[in-house]
């Protein structure tokens, strides 16, 4: 008989408060940095270090609040809507780099945070 297993249900406000907090921070960047190349900018680095949290602590174990706040505001902060809005509303040179380096930042974001998951867990 398998030994029991206790599930962590993240706590479903945390997840609200971060995702208001991660659409608010989307939102401030792109007030801050409002032109085409620097929306290109803030897009990667913030989709890029969301999936690197995001990944992290999925890999070691959503075990808290805290934890799940975090990854509230990193599903919100690398909103895939606002990704989408930003590369249709480009010039076709910049939707182009928009539908590529944004999936990549992801994917990179995606690894390290896995590599990192792994080292801790040594």
Do not use: E, N
């Not at 008989?1 to 401030?28: S, T």
């Amino acid at each position: 008989m398998p030994g029991r297993h206790r599930r962590f249900q993240a706590p479903p406000w945390a997840l609200v408060i971060g995702g208001a907090l991660g659409a608010l921070i989307r939102y401030a960047l792109a007030q801050a940095w409002p032109q085409p190349k620097q929306l290109l900018i803030s897009t990667i680095v913030t989709v890029g270090l969301a999936f690197l949290v995001t990944t992290y602590l999925m890999a070691v174990g959503v075990t808290s609040a805290l934890h799940a706040l975090a990854v509230g505001v990193c599903a919100s902060a690398a909103s895939l809507s606002a990704y989408a809005v930003a590369t249709v509303s480009q010039p076709p040179r910049l939707s182009i780099a928009f539908l590529t380096l944004t999936p990549a930042a992801a994917i990179g974001g995606l690894l390290c945070g896995l590599v990192a998951a792994r080292l801790v867990a040594r």
